[in-house]
């Protein structure tokens, strides 16, 4: 079996400001600082790493790496785990699940997540960028972990460990169940604070809960969204909603809320990606 590591940033260890994630030519126009960022982006690929270790010792026949942090070119290649392939670049059709239709992948590794979009107290919380508000399906409000997993879910492959903050570990297990392995390398202080575990420490546990993931894989189920769910998401201002209706079959719900109801898990994503171009216009003229 192949696994599959989507690599976000904002849960690693140690991070806890936009400084530590935010590449010099960072979007959303967070301040960005280059020594910070080089500490951020090499704790990342160290906490990767240990998910590939404990991936291979676990009996995964090969592991792919997608960056999936802002402009997706974070991972330092030289640093990672020479037994690994990894994607880098930015407008992937799948984006953070890019590889997850690779032919041999049956698991998918969240690694560096973070909670959802207005989660208190929980460092560096979004939901795809800064704009969106709130995603739901059929009600439910959920975060990356919930759009990802019914990516994944659509080629029939499970989420098996989520490592990030705590409240990103306790929202992915919410949302997909208590068989999903988390490691939570921080305790989230407020939205750009965190108590870490030593880096050390945190790169461990991820490597002794990846084994144990790809051990017990068997017991994970995908999560697959099924056609008639309504998607829902709250954009922080009416002009996006705007935007976003003029993609076909999807309809004004709330003044700065848009609905669709895609087909399955792969529609689902073509129409997400569609409105969120549609949506991220401009603000000030
Ligand atoms: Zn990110």
């Given at each position: 079996?192949?696994v599959?590591?989507?690599?976000?940033?904002e849960?690693?260890?140690?991070?806890?400001?936009?400084?530590?994630?935010?590449?010099?030519?960072?979007?959303?126009?967070?301040p960005?600082?280059?020594?910070e960022?080089?500490?951020?982006?090499?704790?990342?690929?160290?906490?990767?790493?240990?998910?590939i270790?404990?991936?291979?010792a676990?009996?995964a026949?090969?592991?792919?790496?997608?960056d999936?942090?802002?402009?997706?070119?974070?991972?330092?290649?030289?640093?990672?785990?020479?037994?690994c392939?990894?994607?880098?670049?930015?407008?992937?059709?799948?984006?953070?699940?890019?590889g997850v239709?690779?032919?041999?992948?049956?698991?998918?590794f969240?690694?560096?997540y973070?909670?959802?979009?207005?989660?208190?107290?929980a460092?560096?919380?979004?939901t795809?960028?800064?704009?969106?508000?709130?995603?739901?399906?059929?009600g439910?409000?959920t975060?990356?972990?919930?759009?990802?997993?019914?990516?994944?879910?659509?080629f029939?492959?499970?989420?098996?460990?989520v490592?990030?903050?705590?409240?990103?570990?306790?929202?992915?297990?919410?949302?997909?169940?208590?068989?999903?392995?988390?490691?939570a390398?921080?305790?989230?202080?407020?939205?750009t604070?965190?108590l870490h575990?030593?880096?050390?420490?945190?790169?461990?546990?991820?490597?002794?809960a990846?084994?144990?993931a790809?051990?017990?894989?068997?017991?994970?189920t995908p999560y697959?969204?099924?056609?008639?769910?309504?998607?829902?998401?709250?954009?922080d201002?009416?002009a996006?909603?705007?935007?976003a209706?003029?993609?076909?079959?999807?309809?004004?719900?709330?003044?700065?809320?848009i609905a669709?109801?895609?087909?399955?898990?792969?529609?689902?994503c073509?129409?997400?990606?569609?409105?969120?171009?549609?949506?991220?216009?401009?603000?000030?003229?």
């Open positions: 079996m192949k599959l590591i989507s690599a976000d940033m849960g690693t260890c140690g991070v806890s400001s936009w400084v530590h994630v935010t590449p010099p030519e960072g979007a959303g126009g967070e960005s600082n280059q020594t960022y080089e500490r951020g982006r090499l704790r990342m690929t160290r906490e990767v790493n240990a998910a270790e404990g991936a291979l676990g009996g026949t090969e592991v792919i790496v997608n999936s942090h802002d402009g997706m070119r974070n991972l330092i290649g030289e640093e990672l785990h020479p037994d392939r990894y994607t880098s670049g930015n407008d992937k059709p799948l984006g953070m699940m890019q239709d690779i032919d041999g992948i049956g698991a998918v969240y690694t560096g973070h909670a959802r979009a207005g989660t208190p107290n460092p560096l919380a979004h795809w960028t800064g704009w969106l508000n709130d995603v739901r399906f059929d439910v409000s975060g990356e972990f919930g759009i990802n997993a019914a990516i994944a879910g659509h029939g492959v499970p989420v098996i460990l490592t990030g903050d705590d409240q990103a570990v306790a929202q992915t297990q919410e949302f997909l169940g208590q068989q999903v392995a988390g490691v390398v921080k305790q989230g202080i407020s939205s604070a965190a575990l030593h880096p050390a420490k945190a790169q461990s546990l991820i490597r002794e990846a084994e144990r790809v051990r017990n894989e068997r017991s994970a697959v969204l099924q056609a008639g769910v309504t998607i829902e998401l709250d954009f201002h009416q996006r909603a705007d935007q209706v003029l993609a076909q079959s999807v309809e004004r719900a709330g003044v700065r809320t669709f109801k895609p087909a399955d898990g792969l529609a689902f073509k129409q997400l990606r569609t409105v969120m171009k549609l949506a991220s216009i401009r603000m000030t003229p």
